[in-house]
């Protein structure tokens, strides 16, 4: 006895100071960064400004390093010519995975992948092809529709008077509403949904808490967020749902995948829908924003996007007048390619999406032809193409918004480069690979037919005495971020 528990506290201490000292570098490994305090490591500095923390680790420690954020170490891969190699992702870099585990902690269905739910998860990758090809035509037709309604019913009453109002609150009021229709269809009674301010206003609250979610912050932790994630489910239900009609297809047949699953709830179907609420309007509210905002501050850039817009209406015979309704198909919006620069310009500025793969065993990673880093099992494989997008050897000049930087010579401009080397990866606001997003094709042209039509309806000024909006950095990894403030500006009907 008198020399076992001397024994048992020095086994004791080793463990303490094993935990503690934790994870060392092995040869071939990056670099590693872990700060001093055990399991968090480097969550504060990174969650205070991923952008500058990854540059200043990037002159530190050169295009590849590992960093232990929150009890994950997570390998960044800076230089953007090593990105074809990471995304070509083969079967010991993984997406799933991670999403399987936090998706349904911040939306609160249960998991999806496994035996509980037979064929449920590759039947929803399937069901996300209703919204692109031959699918797009519709919902891009319907949302048209929808976007004129709330514009007509909300915005284009009354003289030609100046009114005033806050642009990322009216880009939002416009696009959340318009957005719901065209997913989710309207009510059986009538055009338009009742409660939609009060639906939206739960939904931001549940946004801002959206990156503790993700971070797996335990719900219970974050006040009211479980209540008002249960209303928000709770408008989801089969009840409710089957009394609304003109839904899109992609909803249509989630419901169906839903209803054959014996296991599945009627609030975990709930659940799923919600999740696809969040999908489709979290990242396009405050990019439909960051696209009008600068377009209204550039007087220049907003004159040639307009006339553009105008140009390709009268070619197809359209003559605009605010008088009227106008219609804008996937081929029109297809040819608007300084709107569509201006778009891309804009969520090079405003993007932050992070990409990640998670390591299935102990690999040596291939980066290129003559170099390769170890990765250890469970560690996070991550790209951050902020500090592509804000890269000035791909960029020059990269923190100003010129609207005609995605075009050269009449078309779309698709040559970018970084140490004298064509990039194949320079814009990347939707992600990469296998995971990247589904509803990117639908969320650009949304996006254009917001902006066609609050370009064409209406004169745009800011008011005075107002700087460039900050970006807000919590939702820094997780895709578009939100303005630091809203902004006031002015509008009136146009004359036309
Ligand atoms: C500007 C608007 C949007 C941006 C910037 C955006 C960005 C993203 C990003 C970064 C991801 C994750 C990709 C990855 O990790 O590699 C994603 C996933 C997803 N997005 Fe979007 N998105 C937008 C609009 C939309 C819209 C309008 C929809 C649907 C109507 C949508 C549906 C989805 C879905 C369903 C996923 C999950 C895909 C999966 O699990 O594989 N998104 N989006």
Redo the contacts with the bound molecule.
């Keep these: 006895m008198s020399f076992l528990l001397p024994l048992l506290i020095s086994l004791l201490l080793g463990l303490l100071f094993w935990i503690l000292r934790g994870r060392t570098r092995k040869p071939g490994e990056p670099p590693l960064v872990k700060g001093w305090i055990p399991f968090i490591g480097k969550a504060l500095d990174f969650g205070k400004d991923a952008h500058k923390f990854l540059e200043e680790h990037r002159r530190k420690h050169g295009d590849v390093f590992t960093v232990q954020i929150a009890g994950k170490f997570m390998t960044f891969i800076m230089d953007p010519l090593l990105y074809p190699s990471i995304i070509k992702q083969g079967r010991q870099l993984d997406?799933?995975e991670f999403?399987d585990k936090v998706?349904p902690l911040t939306f609160g269905y249960p998991p999806v992948l496994g035996t509980t739910f037979p064929g449920l998860w590759e039947q929803i990758?399937r069901s996300?092809q209703l919204?692109q090809g031959d699918h797009l035509a519709p919902l891009t037709e319907s949302m048209m529709g929808n976007l004129m309604l709330v514009f007509r019913q909300d915005h284009l009453n009354g003289a030609g008077d100046w009114r005033r109002g806050s642009l990322y609150e009216f880009c939002c009021s416009v696009m959340f509403e318009a957005?719901f229709l065209t997913?989710y269809g309207r009510p059986v009674t009538g055009i338009r949904h009742g409660g939609m301010d009060r639906l939206r206003d739960d939904f931001h609250k549940f946004d801002n808490m959206f990156p503790f979610l993700i971070a797996q912050i335990p719900i219970w932790l974050l006040g009211r967020t479980l209540a008002i994630r249960q209303k928000l489910i709770s408008y989801f239900l089969p009840q409710h749902m089957s009394q609304w009609t003109n839904n899109s297809q992609?909803i249509r047949r989630r419901a169906e995948l839903f209803e054959q699953q014996d296991k599945l709830k009627d609030v975990d179907k709930a659940a799923h829908h919600f999740a696809?609420l969040w999908?489709?309007?979290?990242?396009?509210l405050p990019?439909t924003f960051w696209a009008a905002y600068f377009l209204v501050s550039q007087v220049e850039a907003l004159k040639v996007v307009r006339q553009e817009i105008v140009d390709v209406l009268r070619d197809s015979g359209v003559d605009f007048s605010t008088s009227s309704d106008v219609m804008l198909s996937k081929e029109q919006l297809d040819k608007l390619i300084f709107l569509e620069s201006a778009i891309s310009e804009s969520?090079r500025l405003s993007?932050a999406?992070m990409?990640?793969r998670v390591a299935q065993e102990d690999f040596s990673l291939r980066l290129d032809s003559n170099r390769s880093v170890g990765v250890r099992k469970g560690d996070v494989i991550a790209l951050y193409p902020q500090s592509l997008h804000l890269d000035p050897e791909v960029y020059e000049d990269p923190q100003t918004f010129r609207f005609d930087r995605f075009v050269q010579d009449g078309r779309e401009k698709t040559d970018f480069s970084k140490d004298g080397q064509k990039l194949r990866y320079y814009l990347m606001?939707?992600?990469?690979?296998?995971?990247?997003?589904?509803?990117?094709y639908?969320?650009?042209n949304?996006?254009k037919q917001f902006v066609c039509l609050l370009l064409l309806y209406f004169d745009l000024q800011l008011e005075d005495g107002q700087n460039r909006p900050g970006l807000d950095p919590s939702r820094a990894g997780l895709?578009?971020l939100l303005p630091s403030s809203d902004v006031r500006f002015r509008y009136r009907l146009r004359s036309v």
């Design positions: 997406f799933h999403t998706a990758k996300f919204l957005t997913i992609f696809i999908a489709s309007v979290g990242n396009t990019a969520l993007s999406s990409n990640i606001p939707f992600g990469s690979g296998s995971s990247m997003c589904p509803g990117r639908f969320a650009i949304e996006i895709g578009i």
